[in-house]
Structures are given as C-alpha cells and as structure tokens.
C-alpha cells in the first residue's frame, strides 16, 4: 500500500510531461526510464530499491499513454480543422447569443468544442451541424 501513492504521482509526472515536453524530450524520457527501472528492478543497482524501480517503470507508462493521447488529439483536431461541417452534439440549450459547450464528431475523432449561437437554437444533447 505504501507504493500506491508514489505510482499515482509517477504517472501523474508522465501524462503531464507528456503533454508539455516536445516529442524528442519525451522518447529520452521514456526510453532512460525504462532502462533504469529494469536495471534496477533486476537488480543490478542495489542502491535503487525495487519501489523506485517500479515508479520509474509506471512513469515510462504514463509518458507513453500521454505520447499517444496527444498525438490522437492532433490528428483529430487536424481532422476537424480541415472538414468543411461538423456535427456538434450540445451539452446545454442554445439559443441566438448563447455560449454552449458540445462534442465535435468527425469520421472517429471527437473532440470538445465551444459554439457561439448566432441563430436558431436546439436543446441539451441535440445534434446540430
């Protein structure tokens, strides 16, 4: 129990480097990690105890998940950028001046989106285009 709160950070650190860190940073990253952590999970560096062997394996996991969410947003988001419509599933009511947060779906992207209405309006978890 004691190496749960460790692990969660671990990963934590990983999704958010993964996020801020260019792509290059990001393979060293994950690449010395998992190098390290088996080294020393194997046993070849007594001085790194096996939960810090471990932190470092679930860190190289949460870079690697985080590598792979940021690059499926980018190709959605490139996806959507270049389609000429989108179809926006609405999180609350529209109406003309309205601010409403939805779902943009394009082939198997889905990204989140903020509309400005400037006409007609739908309600809470209508499709609109």
Same mark, same amino acid.
């Given at each position: 129990?004691?190496?749960?709160?460790?692990?969660?950070?671990?990963?934590?650190?990983?999704?958010?480097?993964?996020?801020?860190?260019?792509?290059?940073?990001?393979?060293?990253?994950?690449?010395?990690?998992?190098?390290?952590?088996?080294?020393?999970?194997? %046993?070849?560096?007594?001085?790194?105890?096996?939960?810090?062997?471990?932190? $470092? !394996? /679930? +860190? &190289? =996991? #949460?870079?690697?998940? *985080?590598?792979?969410?940021?690059?499926?947003?980018?190709?959605?988001?490139?996806?959507?950028?270049?389609?000429?419509?989108?179809?926006?599933?609405?999180?609350?009511?529209?109406?003309?001046?309205?601010?409403?947060? %939805?779902?943009?779906?394009?082939?198997?992207?889905?990204?989140?989106?903020? $509309? !400005? /209405? +400037? &006409? =007609? #309006?739908?309600?809470? *978890?209508?499709?609109?285009?």
């Amino acid at each position: 129990m004691p190496l749960v709160a460790p692990a969660c950070l671990a990963y934590a650190i990983g999704l958010l480097a993964a996020r801020l860190l260019p792509a290059v940073a990001v393979t060293a990253w994950a690449a010395f990690a998992l190098a390290l952590g088996l080294v020393a999970l194997l %046993g070849y560096l007594p001085r790194v105890g096996s939960g810090a062997a471990l932190c $470092l !394996l /679930v +860190s &190289a =996991g #949460g870079l690697l998940v *985080g590598t792979g969410a940021s690059r499926r947003e980018a190709t959605c988001a490139a996806s959507l950028a270049s389609a000429g419509a989108w179809r926006v599933t609405l999180d609350a009511d529209a109406m003309p001046g309205a601010l409403v947060s %939805g779902r943009a779906h394009q082939a198997e992207c889905d990204s989140r989106a903020r $509309l !400005l /209405v +400037s &006409a =007609g #309006g739908a309600g809470a *978890g209508d499709d609109v285009a």
